[in-house]
């Protein structure tokens, strides 16, 4: 009786995907030409399979392609998350440093000085986010163009 622990350590190898080209060769030589025992049978079958069928034509860069695109989308969801996580922490920073600042003195002479100086700040604020809205709308479109490609371009 022959010792095919060689050849079953070399499938293990194959199915864990560690084998190289030439070690592929040899299982399949193995496989192809010479007397398989009962149990290796059904891998027999397979190796015979694999050798007659034939891998459809641009299917490596089909996949190479949607490995591509998911690896976008994960990355894409991930730096969402680290902005929302900075944002939220750049809150929590801001409210604490706000409440641990020293009371302040009026600066105004007046209630009316005062609600100059207000409004003149709320007039600021509001032009800012304003300009910062605008980007996000921007940034909103942008990324729904590139959606629509990618799943226009997607094989069926």
Known sequence: MKDYSHIEALLERYYDAQTSEAEEQRLKDFFLHEEVPAHLQAEKEMFLQLQTTDVPKGLEERLSQSIDRWGKKHRTLRLQWIGSIAASLLLLFGAGWYLQEPPR????????????????????????????????????????RVEK???YNEPN
Request: net charge negative; hydrophobic share 35%.
């Open 105 to 144: 003195k009026d600066t105004c002479a007046t209630p009316e000085e005062a609600y100059m100086e207000a409004q003149k700040a709320l007039v600021l604020f509001s032009t800012t986010l304003n300009k910062g809205m605008k980007q996000m709308d921007v940034l909103q479109e942008t990324t729904e």
């Open 149 to 151: 490609i990618f799943t």
